[in-house]
């Protein structure tokens, strides 16, 4: 156990909102999406804990493009994280406090997810909770959220807003919670952010102009950052006399407001 | 007025988190928190629309120093934004149409805020709006958000979140205000955001320590991406034993999530 001063960091390290969608995604350009001081940081981390093993040797490979890796990436140390249900309220606390180890021992360490920023819409809140409790400094890197850029494509209001990650699959509930979130948001004006599971996207769809207000107004971001992404905000009026097909494959969000 | 093909888009260019607090920031580098895509993108923008004049041709130095500007500094067209009151909900529709007028004549425009993601905690989502209804493509771009980047280090609820704006200033209402996101908090297991004017920051501390319970976890980040930037995340209980005190020149965003 070192001291505080001698203590590794950990960083959090946004990841690219490509890997779930392109088979392509090792010639994409890194520098489209990530600043050239988290590509150089990332390059030189050793300790890496990830969403997903796989796609995060990927995105080292897309760094080592750019930025030559400080080690082999066969002899970097990629663990992954316990992974909770998404959507998943409470994560298991035991056994995150051991992938901290490296950074007891003066080790950096980076969390990274398969897509945009770790512990936002995604796995990693549990750890960052045990750097902190463990004296753990926390450095979060400048990246892509797709939520965020969702949000302020929308044109919707950007002053209140809330994320509340995936909507129930039952089809009752799903209508309930829509009509809820529909009635905080006029009473707050508080833009409601959600997603779904890209084969879902187009169940989610009809459920939203089935069950919101005429005047509700609706946002879809679809695929951004890739090519041929787009936003469309329209009333849930407009958007059911001139339909867009959502694709199955391509991670959306959602946002409303009612006015 | 060209047809859609050939109409200009609206870029959402981010802009870096330093400029309200950094004497030094002419000499920042742009790369730590931009991509190298963004800066080339905005280095070719010559139509741009502002919440701040002054601070755009600042940002468009350091952009020249990384990628040549494609005309003279001084040859730009940039137009500020009418400039609603922090924490307005209603922006004022009617003079926004004109400033798209270039789209319009087939130029692209950018939307740049004074830090962070233009049109979230900031003026611009009406011009968003605009830009949908007369049929301009929204691009936004990758960069960083100072809310998303301390809810990632908070390591509180990153599957459902809401950013609230400024809460009120008088210190009954403020009181009454984190007791109602205290319980909202509670309630939905939702991480609650917020922000202040810099002056304020330990004036909101003292009312939070005062006003939520003491097991309420309670975050505070202070000058993220910025040299000596931090994240601690503590109980209520634990801030009172050992208080940190704010600085009243550097922006905080803080969280709670009463557990």
């Known amino acids: 156990m070192t001291s505080l001063q001698t203590r590794g960091k950990l960083y959090l390290v946004p990841n690219t909102l490509d890997f779930a969608v392109s088979a392509d995604a090792a010639h994409a350009d890194l520098q489209t999406v990530l600043p050239l001081q988290v590509i150089q940081i990332a390059a030189r981390l050793t300790q890496w804990v990830a969403e997903n093993a796989k796609t995060t040797r990927a995105f080292l490979k897309r760094v080592d493009s750019v930025v030559p890796l400080s ?3 066969q002899s970097l140390n990629i663990v992954e994280l316990p992974r909770p249900q998404k959507g ?10 051991g992938l901290l180890a490296p950074a007891l021992q003066g080790l950096n360490i980076g969390l990274i997810s398969e897509a945009g920023l770790p512990a936002v819409a995604d796995p990693g809140a549990a750890l960052v909770e045990a750097a902190h409790r463990l004296g753990v400094l926390v450095m979060p890197l400048s990246g892509p959220s797709s939520l965020l850029m969702a949000l302020s494509a929308s044109g919707l209001n950007g002053q ?3 994320f509340v990650g ?10 309930i919670k829509l009509r809820e979130l529909e009635a905080m ?3 707050h004006q508080q833009t409601q952010l959600m997603i779904e599971t890209p084969y879902r996207n187009q169940a989610l769809m ?5 069950s919101l207000g005429a005047n509700c107004q609706l946002s879809v971001s ?3 950052t890739l090519q041929g992404g787009w936003t469309r905000t329209d009333s849930v009026a407009l958007w059911k006399q001139r339909p867009t097909h959502l694709p199955n494959d391509i991670p959306a969000v959602f946002a409303l407001l009612s006015v």
């Open 185 to 187: 948001s006029r009473r």
């Open 88 to 97: 998943a309220k409470v994560a298991v606390r035991a056994p995150l406090d």
């Open 166 to 175: 995936y909507l129930p699959v039952d089809a009752a509930q799903r209508t």
């Open 160 to 162: 209140s807003f809330a």
């Open 206 to 210: 009809a459920a939203m102009l089935s």
């Open 71 to 73: 080690q082999a990436l």
């Open 222 to 224: 679809c695929g951004l």
